[in-house]
Every structure is written in structure tokens, then in C-alpha cells.
């Protein structure tokens, strides 16, 4: 062990919902990464002295996306931790998805892991979270502690890489076999093949140059032996590089970023077809022409869930969760999923935005940025969700939007588009700020066509504890005619703001243009906004590009 002194310390940013993300350079400044880790070290040192967290008490999880320097930064964190005593558990290249790891840790009971992803922003960001024990992301005690620990440190520990490994401080798995394994007890993959070798169908599946596509072969195609199309299979540590604007690419599932996999699917000859972001924790699953949505795939997990061996993994009470930003399909279905659980106790819970709060209560939950998490480990799993509805394909013969349809049917349709307001001035957001929080003084007020009928901030009371989480609030406006639109700031730039903005409207129809139903909610935004002061409009809504059979 060999300790190097911090000449001058940085002041680290604490670590929000999902991380430290911030851009590659701030993350290459010398000594940063050091005093970084050692901080995480110092967290992990002290609370597996003070008890027993996992069977495996002093070992670490360390693995992440295949983004510009990671390779290097596995090999730099992994020094300070095996100096500090841990043993550290790196996945083969260091490249592993997040899902992967959360099953890694509860799988291998160690202690917790570290995750290096900055999941959907392009390379030139990079990104550092910690899971605990039990999978999860962790909480703000956790944060708390590390962040308090990295600003109060001048030196670091650190130890040989190749000395480490020879003693047997630092391993290697091969962590896509351990996650194959689970999907495999999960889903039964043998029985899906055999289904699969007397029905044979396409698929096409774009892996966006990150983690997803080692995975994504040996699940799919070696495993379940798929006639598979593979867009963008190879992890790069460009994740794509730049696009023909000379903006670098975005390794995220949304309809902006998918052109090819939209092209592939819109002629009607994939059953299948998806696309996973760079840690492979967001999903947008299709086939047969048509993508189902987050909030609906959901529903449709929801209703076909006896297919699956997730039982196990169920207490007495079954939480349904959904960040309180994400379309209520879910919550339409609450009756019904009483029905199918008899014998157990369901809830329909509105979380705060961060999986985090979905994954403490089991886990089995969705979230608007494509993510849809499963009881069987502590993260949204893209994965995951392509073969579940892949096995709902094979059992029921249906398409993907017969599927949601016949829900729909059932239960009405949640219109429902994503967009934001960004900018660099810390001036416009604070402004922004000041117009949300004042939005009940508006309430009364016509904007484009609607009016505003109460207005106000979203605030989580814990289903259990019956405590009110701070500092996650959303806030909402609440327009005439079931027109409702939320905004909250998010937490996954790594430079200027970006204020999310969420419209949703429900209705029996579900037949008719989403352009049509959001626009008034556009608008309506729009111009509340510019009554307030601010001049700056939203942009990037999901539905502008968004493939719509009901056009």
C-alpha cells in the first residue's frame, strides 16, 4: 500500500439519484478520481467495521459502460479499494450493464458495488454511483456520508493493479453468464427456444454502442436462439461517436436516436424489436410496426405476470410503482391487479423520480425515462423487459399493440409525452423556479385553450414509514377538461438546467392522434411561462418523432 498526497483537493459535488455525472475532463482533472474513490473507500471501510452488510463483507463490485476511459478508471479505483482491503469483483473488460451488476452484488453478497455510467448522456460525460448491499441505488445516507468523507480527505491509498490481482485482491467474473442465468430462471429460456424453433420469428434490436450488445447475444441469440438483426452491436468507447451535426451521439432509447430501428420496424416483418441505452437500465421495446411506452408495457408486465417466476420474490404486499412524472396507466388497473393477487396485499404507489425510491419497496416499478425495474434485483433492467414481452409474444400469438389495446379497452388510454426547457443561465432557472412555485397565484387563468384549475408541488408521503421525503418535490398544473402537465428539474445533466416537462391526459378513446390530444398541453405551458416572464418555450416533446399508427 502506498499513499499519495492530494496537493490541493477538490471540492466534489455530492452525488445525486444516479451518481456524480459531470463532463470528461472535469472527471480527468489529476488526483480527482483518487480523492473521488477514496471517499467511497473510506464509506465502505467504516460500515462493514461497524457490522456485518453482506456474507461477503469485504467485497466490492466495480464495473460499468464502455464509455471513453472507463477501462482506465476500473483500473484506478479498483487500486484504492484493494488497498483499503476490499476485494474487488470487476466483471471481464470492466464492462458490465447496471442491472447486471445490482444482480452481481445480491447474487455474490458483497457488500456493494460501484457503478461507472453516466447511462444515457454521450461519452463526452462520465458518470460514478454506488449500489449498496441489497442491489439498490444508494440512499441519502449513504450519499450524505461519502460526500462529507471526499471533502475532508488531502491523500489517498492506493496499491499495484497487477500485484493486487496476483494476490488475488481484485477478480474477474463473467458477469454476462451470472445475468443470463437469472433471466434463464426468471423466464425459463429453454422452454421460450422451443417455442421459438416451432414458430420461428424476426427481430432487430439496436444495442447503441454501449454494454447491451454482449448481453443482448448471448441472451437472445445463443440462449434463445432468435433470428436477431443486431444494430449497433459492438460496445465502443464513443458509444457511436458523433452524428451528422457533429454533436456526439446519444446512447438513449427515445425516438430522437433510434431512426434505423424505427425504419426496421415500421415494415412489420420484426415480431420483436428494441433498443437498450449505454448501462442498459432504459428499454424501447416494440415489434409488428408499433412501441408500447413505458407506462404501458408495464401494465401489460402487470397483467401477464403469472407467466413469469417472479413469485418468489413477492412479500405479503405487492407495491405497483410509479415515479409520480410517470403516465398513471398503472394506476387505472388497480382493481384488476387485486384480482390477480388474491392472496396478497397490492399497492399502487406514486414514488419521487429516481429508481432508488421504486427499487426499496421491491422493485417492481416504472419510471417515464423507459425503465421498468423487476423484484429480482434493484435497477431498471432494458433486458429484462424485451424478453418479458417477448414471452408474452410467444404465449398469447399477439402483437405488441394488441396487447396494450385490449388494456386500453379495458381500462381507457393515458395520453403522454415527455419535453424540456434547457438552457446554460442560472438566472433563467431560477426564474423557472419562481414561476412553478408561484403557479397557484395563477390558478383561474386561461393559457391557449385551457384553464388553470389548481396548481401546486408533489411532495412523497412513504407508503410504510409514513415519513415525508424532502427535496423531491414535482410540481404539477392542473388544467381544464383532465389535461395535466408536471415539471420538475433534472438531476442527470452534467452542465447547465434542464427542467423536464410532463403532459398527460387520459380518455376511453384511445384511437385518436397523440399530437392532437397533447397539443393543447404544449401551449398551455408555453404560455404560462411567457406570462410569467420567461420567454423560452419547451422542446424535444417524445411525441414530435414518435412513430402513431393513429395518425
Not at 447475444?217 to 433470428?227: A, M
Amino acid at each position: 500500500m502506498e499513499t499519495k498526497t492530494i496537493e490541493t483537493p477538490f471540492t466534489i459535488p455530492q452525488m445525486g439519484t444516479s451518481g456524480l455525472r459531470m463532463k470528461q475532463e472535469e472527471y480527468n482533472r489529476p488526483g480527482f478520481l483518487e480523492q473521488f474513490t477514496e471517499g467511497i473507500a473510506l464509506y465502505f471501510k467504516e460500515i462493514t467495521s461497524e457490522s456485518q452488510v453482506a456474507e461477503n463483507n469485504t467485497h466490492l463490485l466495480l464495473g460499468g459502460d464502455p464509455r471513453e476511459g472507463n477501462s482506465e478508471r476500473v483500473k484506478i479505483m479498483a487500486s484504492i479499494l484493494a488497498a483499503h482491503g476490499f476485494t474487488v469483483i470487476i466483471p471481464e473488460n470492466g464492462l458490465a450493464s447496471t442491472p447486471a451488476i445490482s444482480h452481481a452484488i445480491r447474487h455474490l453478497k458483497t457488500a456493494g458495488g460501484i457503478v461507472l455510467t453516466a447511462s444515457h448522456n454521450p461519452f463526452t460525460d462520465v458518470g460514478v454511483k454506488i449500489n449498496t448491499a441489497n442491489g439498490a441505488p444508494a440512499l441519502s445516507d449513504c450519499v450524505d456520508r461519502v460526500h462529507t468523507l471526499q471533502n475532508s480527505i488531502s491523500s489517498y491509498s492506493t496499491t499495484d493493479f497487477k500485484q493486487a490481482q496476483e494476490k488475488g485482491l481484485i477478480k474477474s467474473i463473467n458477469i454476462i453468464q451470472m445475468y443470463t442465468d437469472l433471466m434463464d430462471a426468471i423466464f425459463d429460456l429453454n422452454a421460450m427456444k422451443q417455442k421459438i424453433s416451432t414458430n420461428p420469428i424476426n427481430a432487430v434490436f439496436d444495442s447503441m454502442n454501449g454494454a447491451a450488445g454482449p448481453f443482448a447475444r448471448e441472451v437472445f441469440i445463443n440462449r434463445l436462439g432468435l433470428n436477431a438483426l443486431m444494430l449497433r452491436e459492438e460496445p465502443r468507447a464513443d458509444l457511436g461517436g458523433f452524428d451528422s451535426t457533429g454533436e456526439p451521439m446519444h446512447p438513449e432509447p427515445d425516438f430522437d436516436y433510434v431512426g434505423e430501428l424505427i425504419k426496421h420496424n415500421s415494415d412489420g416483418s420484426y415480431a420483436i424489436s428494441a433498443a437498450w441505452d449505454s448501462d442498459v437500465d432504459r428499454r424501447l421495446d416494440g415489434g409488428s410496426g408499433f412501441f408500447v411506452e413505458s407506462a404501458d408495457e408495464f401494465a401489460i408486465f402487470a397483467r401477464y405476470s403469472h407467466l413469469i417466476n417472479l413469485q418468489s420474490f413477492f412479500p405479503d404486499t405487492i407495491y405497483f410503482c410509479r415515479s409520480t412524472v410517470t403516465a398513471d396507466a398503472i394506476d387505472k388497473m388497480a382493481e384488476e391487479l387485486t384480482e390477480l393477487f388474491p392472496d396478497k396485499e397490492v399497492k399502487v404507489v406514486q414514488t419521487p423520480t429516481g429508481f432508488k425510491w421504486i427499487a426499496e419497496l421491491g422493485n417492481w416499478g416504472v419510471e417515464e425515462s423507459n425503465g421498468v425495474g423487476n423484484p429480482a434485483l434493484r435497477e431498471k433492467d432494458g433486458i429484462f423487459a424485451t424478453v418479458f414481452l417477448l414471452k408474452i409474444i410467444l404465449e398469447t400469438g399477439k402483437t405488441p399493440k394488441q396487447l396494450i389495446e385490449e388494456i386500453w379497452r379495458d381500462h381507457g388510454r393515458v395520453y403522454f409525452t415527455r419535453g424540456e426547457v434547457s438552457g446554460s443561465d442560472s438566472s433563467e432557472k431560477e426564474k423557472l423556479q419562481s414561476i412553478l412555485t408561484d403557479a397557484s397565484k395563477q390558478v383561474g387563468k386561461t393559457f391557449g385553450t385551457l384553464q388553470l384549475k389548481s396548481a401546486g408541488s408533489w411532495d412523497y408521503t412513504h407508503p410504510i414509514t409514513g415519513e415525508t421525503a424532502e427535496k423531491v418535490a414535482a410540481f404539477y398544473l392542473e388544467f381544464s377538461d383532465g389535461n395535466s402537465v408536471k415539471a420538475r428539474f433534472s438531476g442527470t445533466g452534467s452542465g447547465g438546467y434542464t427542467l423536464r416537462i410532463y403532459c398527460s391526459k387520459f380518455d376511453t378513446n384511445y384511437s385518436i392522434a397523440k399530437s392532437t390530444v397533447v397539443k393543447p398541453m404544449k401551449e398551455a405551458f408555453d404560455a404560462f411561462l411567457l406570462n410569467g416572464g420567461f420567454k423560452g418555450k419547451g422542446k424535444k416533446y417524445t411525441d414530435s418523432n414518435q412513430p402513431d399508427i393513429y395518425k
